[in-house]
């Protein structure tokens, strides 16, 4: 006990202690003579009874009891300097006063006893002992005591003298609340307003100790605040007062509003808002009978007095975070999130409720613009919390807020919450704002901090709250240039923000209007010079935390100068990429369709453009500067067709086939095609490939219009569109065949298909074939043998060696039937298995057609065909060996791809007869083939190393020795490729290495050495990293003799070989052959049990 520490002798005051006023409240608070175990359950007969007994037990222990006399004359002496009445014929009243009286003789003792308390020093020696507690501490049974009496001092001098409508009520507290409601008497002296300003004031003298001021206000505050506000605020009676009645002083009603004041600044502010909540009008309560009963509404003057209170909390520093808290934590979320923060953060009602409140100016407030000005940035900082499940809930408030504030007053919210979130990506649009003092090079703009964190925030806002008010958008559009800048920036290396950026750019894309998102992706190809983007001052730097930071661009020396260009050239290209791979996931929206059609449009104006006008030559009256700007003016042309030549090439290499989402795209897509063959048939610069993308488009026409599509009437108005540039067509274009599709076309588009050609049918077709050469149209006939004839004929005027077409335009590969197009019902699909001799006799002729998408088609299908064993393609694996092996020698890298793909696949199935005749064609001794065509072959056979796997090893000798004499050839890029070859082919061989280990070794040192090719000598070193790398551990017992060979080679690279690559690569071995032997000379320790089982 904190009493059996006070000194001896120190005062009279003192030696009543803590103990004796605490043994006196147990005395007035037991329960005696109710003949039950608790006061709870008795009726009000039972509790008056009790209540007069204990004051009667009371009362004589004070005066029989020798020991109490101490506290006898403390309590004359308290009772004294009290100024309200302490009797009265009110037994609940008497008791609440001798209550009171008792807690503030406590309060009064313990402020003694601290006072006279002096700590001694504490001992250096035993610093890890507690220091002493001061004899005013309470113990916890003391506590419970005190918090007894508290609860009648409330309950029986607080609660029952509310007006109606002010709290709670008693009866819909607990059961003895509802005793108690009618168990006092307020009728008798003294009047009920006094009884409650006399409770009231001693509470609040009660709690001017600390620890019994957060016993106070911890459970009590909300009943305290209602009396006060009755004392201070509530409107006295019109109607003359007789002498009898007693009505509170001005003097006292405002001294009563300050202490409301004052208690409602010092406690817990979350809880004086909910406290203040609910004084304001809650919810109905439940009271004793399990029913629920409408609460009797709280009156105007309160309310009104409760929302000016509120308002003031809120306009606080950190009042967001109080009427936050406030309102959340009365939920059952408790002060941290608690067990309830999942359910109350998924609740949006109590979020929209607390974003309406913060969104509504109060009356307090100036103007809603100050108003603004200082709740803002308390919302913004409720984005940052850390704790997970607070910051959960928060953000999420947070969130609903921003947009309710937008909604609401946008011109305000973009004022005071957009512009200040989005402030550092503005930093990187306008520096102009920025002091010349602070552009000094190298001076960081944006902190990694500050980056991260508006990415974070923009996020939540947007991506999370997915409302597209107006005035969000247009704010983002001020500095989407810079967002995906920093997009791209993240592409280069790993970084958290990137997923960030991506989703953020996903979202207001697919939330602007269409003409808003493809202008805002011409910004970020660099079509549109005047969108925002990130200033040329402003350069991007990876942070320590993942994140980045924007710095002042440092000057370059001459001598950086080229590398700078070099890394321009570099982030434009890129920034190009990164561009396709984010429309890659707008595909099914339709944007990324119409972002092609308006670069295929772009095309189309750069075919219109006079090149005469790059020709002109100067005039003599020109000044220096005229030339000049003319000249920066070409050049900037030139950029701009270079950029969207290389947008259609990324665009068309990356979409896949279902980048159109419908007919008008289609549409759109075939008029920028035509308008692009007008314009060259204008400047006579038609070609093949125009002839051959021209075909195309009008093929796709053909194809929606012999029925691969249900069109209806407004798709025709749509194809009505085609009609004057097919016109043009037909008249101007010098192929006949093209004439009169375009002729039949424009008849059928104005007909809306009521009548339509055969050569529309052939065409549609012939398209679908090209599109999937192994499919066969049912009933299809072949007239007097002209078609088997012309195609015969085509494939022996192209044997042995086909001839050689020009690539086709970027986007003829890009075209396709739009999503959700039917084929024709004449069409049949391929079973599996099912392949048949003239389909198969089909594909070998389309090998060999000019245009170069067919015959790529045709050699990916026989290849999917041999991989799927199909039996009537491997009886022919010879006939499809030369077709894959005549395809090599093609110039396109699409075509002789597919021919290598055909080639591995077949030497997959039958490798003893065919992996010989690429070994004789790769090793080429009498100069037989070209060496692209050998290094083609090499190609292929570093997939059939690969593809074979553990196998290889069976033909291991024939693959070495060309190999190995393949190091030997006149041509370097032979040698390299079969070092190459060598490499992956000694990483799947193991310990079958052996036996021509120091063959491979030999000539590795050798060339490594002695060749005058660098990328000879590199490639020697990096079968050594090879060959390390695929033993691994293994490397010591295969290479043990040779082993010491390879190290001196690797040591010898790196002091001696001029070339930073060579080093490189020998480094890397030398890594690799460390951390083997280390491995080797040092295994690591494997704690293991191992547990027998006896038979």
């Not at 929209?352 to 100036?366: E, T």
């Not at 030139?638 to 989402?661: G, P, Y």
């Not at 042995?800 to 690539?807: A, I, L, T």
């Not at 990293?1025 to 290479?1039: C, D, F, H, N």
Request: contains cysteine; glycine residues 6%; hydrophobic residues 40%.
């Amino acid at each position: 006990m904190a009493a059996s520490r006070q000194p001896v002798g120190s005062g009279a005051l003192e030696s009543c202690g803590l103990n004796l006023i605490v043994d006196a409240l147990k005395l007035l608070l037991s329960p005696g003579g109710s003949g039950s175990s608790s006061l709870q359950i008795t009726k009000h007969d039972v509790l008056l009874a009790t209540l007069k007994s204990n004051l009667s037990a009371f009362e004589d222990k004070l005066l029989k009891d020798p020991e109490w006399g101490r506290l006898a004359l403390l309590r004359e002496e308290v009772a004294g300097q009290a100024e309200w009445p302490q009797n009265s014929e009110d037994v609940t009243w008497r008791f609440t006063a001798e209550a009171l009286l008792l807690l503030l003789c406590l309060k009064k003792t313990m402020f003694r006893l601290a006072a006279d308390f002096s700590p001694g020093k504490a001992n250096p020696k035993t610093p890890e002992v507690a220091p002493t507690l001061s004899p005013d501490t309470l113990s916890i049974s003391q506590q419970k005591t005190v918090q007894s009496a508290l609860q009648f001092v409330v309950t029986l001098g607080v609660c029952p003298y509310l007006l109606p409508g002010v709290g709670v009520p008693l009866r819909c507290r607990t059961e003895f609340g509802a005793v108690v409601q009618d168990v006092v008497c307020p009728e008798v002296a003294p009047p009920a307003l006094r009884r409650l300003h006399a409770s009231c004031r001693g509470l609040l003298e009660v709690a001017g100790h600390a620890a019994l001021g957060s016993l106070v206000f911890c459970r009590h505050f909300g009943d305290i605040a209602a009396g006060l506000c009755q004392l201070g605020f509530c409107p006295s009676e019109r109607k003359p007062l007789t002498p009898s009645e007693e009505v509170l002083t001005e003097e006292e009603r405002t001294l009563s509003r300050a202490a409301l004041r004052d208690i409602l600044d010092q406690v817990y502010q979350p809880l004086a808002v909910r406290e203040l909540l609910i004084l304001q009008g809650g919810p109905p309560q439940t009271c004793t009978d399990g029913k629920t009963q409408p609460r009797t509404r709280a009156p105007a003057w309160l309310r009104r007095l409760c929302g000016q209170l509120l308002s003031e909390r809120l306009l606080r520093p950190s009042g967001v975070q109080a009427v936050v808290r406030g309102i959340l934590e009365g939920a059952g979320a408790g002060a941290a999130g608690g067990s309830d923060a999942e359910a109350t953060a998924a609740d949006w009602k109590k979020c929209d409720l607390i974003a309406k409140i913060l969104a509504s100016c109060p009356q307090q407030s100036l103007s809603p613009e100050s108003y603004y000005r200082d709740i803002c940035p308390q919302i913004l900082d409720l984005f940052h919390f850390q704790d997970k499940l607070t910051a959960r809930q928060f953000q999420r408030v947070a969130t609903t807020t921003f947009l309710t504030m937008s909604r609401e007053c946008p011109q305000l919210a973009a004022k005071h919450l957009l512009r200040p979130m989005l402030a550092p990506l503005h930093r990187c649009v306008n520096i102009a704002e920025i002091p010349e003092s602070d552009m000094i090079p190298g001076t960081i703009l944006v902190t990694e901090e500050e980056l991260s964190r508006c990415i974070e925030d923009v996020f939540k806002v947007y991506v999370v709250g997915n409302e597209p008010l107006a005035v969000l958008l247009d704010c983002l559009l001020q500095v989407l240039g810079v967002l995906f800048c920093i997009y791209c920036f993240t592409k280069q290396g790993v970084s958290h923000i990137r997923s960030l950026c991506q989703e953020i750019l996903l979202w207001i894309l697919g939330k602007l209007e269409r003409k808003k998102a493809v202008a805002s992706l011409k910004g970020f190809a660099g079509l549109d010079k005047a969108a925002p983007s990130l200033h040329p001052l402003c350069q991007f730097r990876a942070a320590t935390q993942g994140g980045i930071m924007v710095i002042i661009k440092e000057t370059l020396s001459d001598e950086e100068e080229d590398e700078a260009l070099f890394q321009k050239v570099t982030s434009e290209q890129s920034q190009v990429e990164h561009l396709s791979d984010l429309l890659s996931h707008c595909q099914q929206c339709g944007l990324a369709g119409d972002f092609f059609i308006l670069c295929l449009q772009e095309l189309t104006h750069v075919a219109e453009e006079n090149e005469a006008e790059f020709k002109t030559q100067p005039s003599p009256s020109q000044s220096l500067l005229e030339l000049e700007q003319q000249r920066t003016l070409l050049v900037e042309g030139q950029e701009r067709k270079l950029l969207v030549l290389q947008l259609v090439a990324v665009l068309c290499e990356r979409m896949s086939e279902q980048i159109f989402t419908n007919i008008t795209q289609v549409v759109d897509f075939v008029a920028a095609t035509l308008q692009r063959a007008c314009a060259s048939l204008a400047h006579e610069a038609e070609s093949a490939v125009e002839s051959q993308t021209l075909s195309m488009a009008m093929g796709l026409v053909a194809v929606m219009l012999g029925g691969a599509v249900q069109l209806k009437s407004g798709d025709f108005v749509v194809l009505k569109r085609l009609m004057p540039l097919l016109d043009k067509v037909s008249s101007s274009f010098p192929d006949p065949a093209i004439q009169e599709l375009a002729t039949d076309l424009r008849i059928t588009i104005a007909t809306h298909g009521a009548f339509a050609t055969e050569a529309i049918s052939v065409t549609a077709q012939s398209t679908l074939n090209k599109k999937e050469p192994g499919r066969k149209p049912e009933g299809q006939q072949r007239t007097s043998g002209e078609r088997d004839a012309s195609s015969t004929q085509r494939h022996h005027e192209q044997q042995p060696n086909p001839e050689k077409v020009q690539d086709s335009s970027p986007e003829a590969s890009a075209a396709s039937v739009p999503e959700g197009v039917a084929e024709p019902s004449s069409t049949a699909k391929r079973k599996p298995g099912g392949v048949t001799t003239e389909q198969l006799q089909e594909l070998v002729l389309s090998a060999y057609d000019p245009q170069i998408p067919t015959r790529a088609a045709a050699l990916r299908t026989l290849s999917h065909w041999i991989e799927q064993r199909e039996a009537k393609a491997l009886e022919t694996q010879e006939k499809l060996l030369q077709i894959f092996l005549e395809n090599l020698e093609h110039e396109d890298t699409f075509v002789y791809l597919s021919a290598i793909q055909g080639v591995a696949l077949l030497s997959d199935v039958y490798p003893e007869k065919i992996l010989v005749d690429l070994l004789a064609q790769y090793d080429n001794s009498q100069g037989k083939h070209t060496p692209e065509t050998r290094m083609k072959v090499g190609e292929v056979l570093m997939r059939i190393v690969r593809a074979l796997g553990d196998m290889v090893s069976k033909y291991r000798q024939p693959l070495i020795h060309t190999f190995l004499r393949g190091a030997r050839d006149a041509d370097s890029n032979h040698r390299a490729s079969s070092l190459a070859n060598l490499g992956e082919l000694c990483q799947r061989l193991d310990f079958l290495l052996g036996p021509v280990v120091h063959e491979v070794t030999a000539c590795l040192i050798a060339v490594a050495k002695t060749d005058h090719e660098v990328q000879v000598r590199r490639a020697a070193v990096h079968v050594v990293v090879l060959l390390l790398r695929g033993l691994s551990q293994k490397a010591p017992e295969v290479l043990k003799d040779v082993l010491k060979d390879l190290y001196h080679l690797l040591k010898h690279v790196v002091r001696m070989e001029p070339d930073d690559v060579a080093k490189l690569h020998a480094q890397l071995a030398l890594e690799e052959l460390d951390e083997i032997m280390r491995n080797f000379l040092f295994p690591p320790q494997k704690l293991e049990k191992k547990i027998m089982v006896l038979p």
